[in-house]
């Protein structure tokens, strides 16, 4: 039986989108306010999909406190409470972009969950009104 489960998440995070090889000027066109200087934060929600066979012996696709360890320890550690552009190596030079924080995961998880075993989804809530999600859904 192939089945889907999810797990949710919660980390806070400062950021500042910019552009290095644009003008300060050009930064502030496309990227607004969210080009401030001093940075600025959200408080991101994350839901990472897990897809694949269950096993016959214990009825699990996975442990979900195993999938919990796994995220607490590999996201929500590495993120939670930092400035990403400046506390974070993923971001050093890529820009944290809520579509790149999104892939970002993905690879950080793909990395720790079988491949053969396990399709993962992971959407990420910028606010409660904009959401990413990696891998993009197929077109209809």
Same mark, same amino acid.
């Given at each position: ?5 999810? +797990?949710? %998440?919660?980390f806070?995070? %400062?950021?500042?989108?910019?552009? =290095?090889?644009?003008s %300060?000027?050009?930064? /502030? ?9 001093n ?5 991101? @929600?994350?839901?990472?999909?897990? &897809?694949?066979?269950? *096993? =016959? ?5 996975? *442990?979900? !406190?195993?999938? !919990? ?8 550690? +590495?993120?939670?409470? !930092? ?6 190596e993923?971001? /050093? &030079? ?6 790149? #924080?999104?892939?970002?995961i993905? /690879? #950080? ?7 053969? /075993? ?7 809530? @910028?606010? =409660? +009104? ?6 993009? =859904?197929? +077109?209809?």
């Amino acid at each position: 039986m192939r089945i889907s489960i999810y +797990r949710r %998440a919660h980390f806070n995070a %400062a950021h500042r989108l910019n552009n =290095p090889n644009w003008s %300060a000027e050009k930064n /502030k066109k496309i990227f607004g306010v969210c080009n401030n200087d001093n940075y600025h934060g959200h408080n991101y @929600e994350l839901e990472v999909r897990l &897809t694949g066979e269950v *096993d =016959p012996e214990t009825g699990y696709l996975i *442990d979900l !406190k195993d999938l !919990k360890e796994l995220i607490e320890v590999q996201i929500e550690q +590495r993120f939670d409470h !930092k400035n990403l552009n400046l506390d974070t190596e993923e971001f /050093k &030079t890529l820009n944290p972009t809520a579509e790149h #924080i999104c892939f970002v995961i993905w /690879k #950080i998880l793909r990395k720790h969950l079988d491949a053969e /075993k396990y399709d993962i989804g992971v959407k990420l809530w @910028e606010t =409660p +009104r904009n959401y990413v999600e990696f891998p993009a =859904p197929p +077109r209809l």
